[in-house]
């Protein structure tokens, strides 16, 4: 069932952005097990042409992150699944979760929330993660058909002890979910729009690194966090050693 009045509210604060992008396909759930599986059964229905589409769910049973890592997703955060065609053979897959997450803690940074980015793919506050996204590229022979993003924010809902929500940050008792969802949509439009700017995208990145959380296999070692290079791996030293990490 769609809620055509949040579609509707979330279009209407995303039209207010006078900037030239595409209109998105908007589908809003009360709950479902996973937003990816409504995607999944979306696109095996569906042509993509070029709209791109999200699809939310006020809570998800079964939603799940990186590792498969089960995703806590009640209702009160933002929660959905979006596909944005592509259709290029010269688009940088490697560089399309660095560009998101630079683009989240930028948007966040500019409402005066201090997050860092934890390579690859989670966005903190202090010690506690706010958002978390699992990207996509899907090709068709040497071509990008189209990217993918699976994407969990913490928004009023009560987050376990890992996490927080904005509204805790910002102190406030409930925040707006579409017009922060709005916001969202044209992080992926920015983060696509400047692919192609490399030096752009790792240079706003490594501003936003945090350089305490290892990724998990490095945890109880004595590697450190450098930076990332120039294809979006994550850079980790020590002592006279060096290594890069790809996802």
Not at 18 to 35: A, D, G, R
Request: hydrophobic residues 35%; positive net charge.
């Amino acid at each position: 069932m769609k809620i055509n009045g949040s579609a509707a509210k979330t279009s209407y604060f995303y039209k207010k952005t006078k900037q030239y992008f595409p209109n998105w396909k908007l589908i809003y759930k009360f709950k479902c097990t996973s937003t990816e599986y409504l995607l999944d059964e979306y696109l095996k229905l569906n042509n993509l042409r070029n709209i791109p589409i999200a699809i939310f769910s006020r809570s998800q049973s079964l939603g799940f992150g990186r590792y498969e890592r089960k995703w806590f997703s009640p209702s009160g955060g933002i929660w959905f699944s979006a596909a944005y065609p592509i259709k290029s053979k010269t688009f940088i897959s490697e560089l399309f979760s660095i560009s998101i997450a630079y683009k989240l803690c930028e948007m966040l940074s500019e409402e005066s929330v201090n997050v860092t980015l934890k390579w690859p793919n989670d966005i903190f506050y202090g010690s506690k993660k706010l958002i978390g996204f699992l990207p996509k590229v899907v090709t068709r022979g040497e071509q990008i058909n189209y990217v993918r993003v699976g994407f969990g924010m913490n928004l009023n809902n009560k987050s376990p002890l890992k996490g927080i929500s904005l509204c805790k940050i910002l102190n406030k008792k409930k925040l707006c979910e579409s017009y922060w969802s709005s916001k969202i949509l044209h992080v992926f439009n920015e983060a696509i729009y400047i692919n192609k700017k490399r030096d752009l995208i790792i240079h706003g990145a490594n501003r936003f690194l945090n350089k305490t959380y290892l990724p998990k296999e490095y945890i109880e070692t004595d590697w450190i966090i450098k930076n990332i290079d120039s294809r979006g791996g994550l850079v980790i030293s020590k002592d006279e050693d060096q290594k890069i990490i790809n996802l």
